[in-house]
């Protein structure tokens, strides 16, 4: 219904209205009334001893409570009061009472009124919202009539006869709350009303009601229909909803309370109790019942003691997660706007994974070999809904180091909501492969021991393919996470203050495609805009990534180079047959130099690859001899090959074509032979 505007229960005697209208002008909101309407209020008047009591519905111009002596006559029958009303009609800029009202209800109460309840009606159709109650007394004295009445609907010219049958406009309704194939339904009727949808426009409509648990979603709503056109033009939610607490049993057969909602007849999968919930935002659960459609079917009990195990967690976890953000970081959910938290769990059959697919959380029950439901580990949860934090924030793309620092981020945070006293930092413990005790699906302690590097000398230069995990995603997060670890487990650094460090580098610094160099620069930065730029903090950052290679040591800006200075032949760094060297030319007048000795005469393949810009790579004995060159334009590889002798010393040397450089991405030098 339109915004209406009504009078306070202001009781405006008929006297000082009558005063107020001899100086209309005085008064412009309250519309001058007729001359019959005058009369009507003059008789009230008289009749009541002038102990009558008028509020009005200024908008439309008429009373919405009279108190009073509203007419001589005894009313005992709905005919008799029919005929009061009419006596009064004038008041309401009524034109007929007999085709305008249509008795809803007669009652009498133990006090000895009756209440007579009308609807208005436009050519027999009912207008919503407005209905008049006539009371009456034991003596059948009319005392009061009060309710909505609207006079402009008359004026509106509105067509009555509707042009969509109520089955059609039922379909309209079903298909705008997405339940159009559903055949199960508690209520579905509907009945044609006019409807006003906003100040003067009137609709013929259906209100059509529908409850069903059958959708993704249960619903029970009212949907308006318009009878002419089939748009959607009002909703009514008639859900009820009020914060519950269930119960409810774990992936790992561990019982925890739930955050719940409770409806008419049942709960729902979903805590409203946030601080995000001021602004509407929710945490659901949805089961995808094995298949691959998102969000699925919100998960609903009869009980409130919850079954569904990986359901549960998801759910459980969720919370502990917004927890996390909120109390520790001050974030509001992932978009830090409050936004409703959505997971899906039993997705698919046997999935081996969880994810984050742009707007919720999704959970695989996993094979029961791998992984048992993913959704059972705070650290998978939490890891997945930072991948949300992340999207919104530095959006760091998911390949190569950018997807790396992703991953690692996902994997930090997942570890800090878990919040174990676990000293190996162990993810996906609780999960992976049920059937073994104590192991996990990576470690942050040590990387290597699930064949992550934990240096950037072990750095994995793979292929931005699925097979080679996007560059290596789920790899080469390894050194960032041990990093991370180092960091932590300095003495005197806490894991709330490395959490809000992390979390500021990755909310205010970093961008999309940043390397594990500007992480570097980021969280020594973040460090010292929270604890100042001599702090413990900025220093054991900086070492925490000096140890894993990127940058060096102490608090002074590092060049993400493990292998400098080797700037000269003189100063070149030893490397060995098929290790990759991820180094930087970070300066037009950079060059870097590696060297080697052969034990025996054998084969050499040279490769330098990644390339950022045009680099070049040379060949040279001990002597400063330049033995072979490659001189590739732009970023095509460059490599060398041929024969090289036993016990003799070779350098290499890589330099950007014309200063050509970059500070962050590094290329990859391989020699094997
Ligand atoms: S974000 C998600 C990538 C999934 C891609 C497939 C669509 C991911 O990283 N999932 C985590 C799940 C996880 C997290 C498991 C912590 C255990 C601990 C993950 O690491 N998945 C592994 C199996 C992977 O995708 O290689
Ligand atoms: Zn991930």
Do not use: C
């Not at 259906?206 to 002419?228: C, M, N, R, W």
């Amino acid at each position: 219904m339109g915004a209406k505007k009504f009078t306070a229960f202001a009781v405006v005697s008929t006297m000082v209205f009558t005063l107020a209208t001899a100086n209309v002008s005085a008064a412009p909101s309250e519309q001058p009334p007729k001359a019959k309407k005058m009369a009507v209020l003059e008789k009230l008047s008289k009749q009541s001893k002038g102990k009558e009591k008028v509020a009005w519905n200024k908008e439309k111009g008429v009373p919405t409570f009279v108190t009073g002596k509203l007419s001589d006559k005894q009313a005992k029958t709905p005919a008799d009061v029919k005929k009061i009303v009419e006596e009064n009609k004038a008041l309401f800029n009524m034109d007929s009472a007999s085709s305008e009202l249509s008795l809803i209800s007669q009652e009498k109460d133990s006090l000895g009124f009756t209440m007579y309840k009308y609807q208005q009606v436009y050519q027999g159709v009912p207008v919503f919202g407005n209905e008049l109650i006539v009371h009456t007394d034991k003596n059948g004295t009319t005392t009061s009539i009060n309710g909505y009445y609207d006079p402009e609907v008359k004026t509106a010219g509105l067509n009555t006869k509707a042009t969509l049958s109520l089955a059609q406009a039922l379909n309209k309704a079903k298909a705008s709350e997405g339940v159009a194939n559903v055949s199960k339904f508690d209520i579905q009727k509907g009945k044609l009303h006019v409807y006003e949808t906003e100040k003067g426009d009137y609709r013929l409509v259906y209100v059509i009601t529908l409850s069903t648990l059958e959708g993704k979603q249960p619903v029970y709503a009212d949907l308006f229909v318009d009878a002419h056109n089939g748009a959607i033009v009002h909703k009514i939610d008639k859900v009820n909803h009020a914060a519950a607490t269930g119960t409810g049993t774990g992936v790992l057969g561990d019982t925890k309370t739930l955050n719940t909602d409770s409806y008419s007849s049942g709960y729902y999968l979903r805590d409203i109790t946030k601080p995000m919930y001021s602004t509407g935002g929710k945490i659901e659960t949805y089961t995808a019942n094995y298949g691959t459609a998102l969000p699925g079917t919100l998960l609903t009990d009869a009980d409130n003691v919850w079954t569904d195990r990986a359901a549960v967690d998801a759910h459980y976890y969720a919370g502990k997660t917004y927890d996390y953000y909120y109390n520790k970081l001050g974030r509001n959910s992932f978009d830090n706007r409050g936004a409703t938290m959505k997971s899906t769990v039993h997705y698919s059959r046997n999935y081996n994974n969880a994810f984050w697919n742009g707007t919720q959380m999704v959970y695989g029950d996993g094979d029961g070999r791998q992984f048992t439901s993913l959704s059972g580990a705070l650290d998978v949860v939490a890891h997945e809904i930072t991948h949300a934090v992340t999207e919104r924030t530095a959006g760091l793309v998911y390949e190569y180091q950018p997807g790396a620092l992703n991953e690692s981020f996902s994997d930090v945070l997942g570890n800090l909501v878990e919040n174990k006293n676990d000293p190996k930092w162990l993810l996906g413990e609780d999960v992976t492969t049920p059937g073994i005790a104590g192991d996990a699906l990576r470690s942050m302690s040590n990387p290597n021991e699930y064949d992550q590097p934990d240096h950037m000398n072990e750095y994995r230069n793979l292929p931005n393919t699925r097979e080679g995990d996007w560059g290596g995603v789920h790899i080469n997060s390894g050194i960032p996470n041990k990093a991370f670890y180092n960091f932590v487990t300095t003495p005197g650094i806490t894991k709330d203050n490395a959490g809000k460090i992390w979390y500021r580098a990755l909310t205010q610094y970093l961008t999309s495609y940043s390397q594990f160099i500007d992480a570097r620069n980021a969280t020594i930065q973040a460090a010292t805009d929270l604890f100042g730029a001599n702090s413990l903090e900025a220093t054991a950052v900086a070492n925490a990534w000096a140890s894993v290679g990127v940058g060096s040591s102490g608090n002074n800006g590092g060049s993400g180079d493990a292998y400098e200075p080797n700037d000269s032949m003189s100063a070149a760094k030893a490397m060995s047959s098929g290790t990759t060297y991820n180094g930087l030319i970070s300066s037009a007048t950079d060059e870097d130099w590696f060297k080697f000795t052969p034990s025996t005469s054998t084969y050499l393949s040279l490769s330098l690859t990644n390339l950022p810009a045009d680099y070049d790579l040379y060949l040279y004995n001990s002597a400063g001899t330049l033995l072979a060159r490659s001189e590739y334009a732009g970023t095509s590889s460059e490599s060398i090959a041929g024969t090289i002798q036993g016990g003799a010393t070779y350098y290499v040397k890589v330099v950007g074509y014309n200063g050509a450089m970059s500070t962050t991405k590094p290329y990859a030098l391989k020699a094997t032979y």
